[in-house]
């Protein structure tokens, strides 16, 4: 079976330091990747998608990167986390090139900016 | 650009009640509709997942329906327990440029169901 992993579960930044979240995924091959981010009183925004090694698109210009650098691993970075970067951030994938499949989420990072 | 409402932003209930929580969608060219459950801090739970030549799901006390002409969805929870309490979040996929399809979501239901 398939499963997504996320971490860390919590972390607490200062103002200016960088940032690496990492995801990866097992039991599928080549997924669609995504990372939202959920702030509070808000829903929850698409911030990068991927369709493959390498291959990532953007929804929202922002402070933050994402790479592939794997089949199955999806790393969301910054160089300098400002305080509008906290948030709830969520990885997810989906079977490529498949409409009707559903999209299934890891456990999240509480990420707080001070 | 699609935009997902949800509505009621908040529900609280007794223990028992049948409940009815609504999403509505604007861009009615979707691939498919999904229902997540999100308990406080933790990630997405797959509920029911939608096709978009479906009309509608169920799995066990609940049931989701979708029309997607009129852009609308509605998950149904039958004899609420106070485990249900969660958020209920609805996702509609379509196409991006970018070769894939992409979830996009609303702010959610709210609910409590209390004994």
């Known amino acids: 079976s398939q499963t997504i992993h996320q971490w860390p579960a919590t972390l607490v930044q200062p103002v200016g330091s960088p940032l690496s979240l990492e995801c990866t995924v097992e039991?599928?091959?080549?997924?669609?990747l995504y990372w939202y981010r959920q702030a509070a009183g808000r829903g929850l925004q698409l911030l990068f998608y991927?369709?493959?090694?390498?291959?990532i698109s953007s929804e929202v210009p922002q402070n933050l990167s994402a790479s592939r650098p794997q089949d199955r691993q999806f790393i969301l970075s910054s160089k300098k986390l400002l305080l509008s970067d906290s948030g709830f951030y969520l990885c997810?994938?989906?079977?490529?090139?498949?409409?009707?499949?559903?999209?299934?989420f890891g456990q999240g990072t509480r990420l707080t900016v001070v | 650009k699609q935009e997902v409402t949800q509505i009621p932003a908040a529900l609280s209930v007794p223990e028992g009640e049948n409940l009815v929580l609504n999403c509505s969608f604007t861009?009615?060219?979707?691939?498919?509709l999904q229902w997540f459950r999100q308990d406080p801090g933790k990630g997405l739970t797959s509920l029911l997942l939608?096709?978009?030549?479906?009309r509608e799901q169920t799995s066990g006390r609940l049931n989701a329906s979708l029309d997607k002409s009129s852009g609308r969805s509605t998950l149904y929870i039958a004899a609420s327990q106070p485990g249900d309490s969660a958020t209920y979040l609805c996702a509609v996929s379509g196409w991006a440029s970018g070769g894939s399809y992409i979830p996009t979501f609303g702010r959610g239901t709210s609910l409590i169901v209390h004994p």
């Open positions: 997810a994938w989906s079977v490529h090139g498949h409409s009707n499949t559903e999209a299934f």
């Open positions: 991927s369709v493959g090694i390498g291959q």
């Open positions: 861009d009615s060219a979707i691939y498919n």
């Open positions: 039991g599928t091959s080549n997924p669609n």
């Open positions: 939608i096709q978009s030549s479906q």
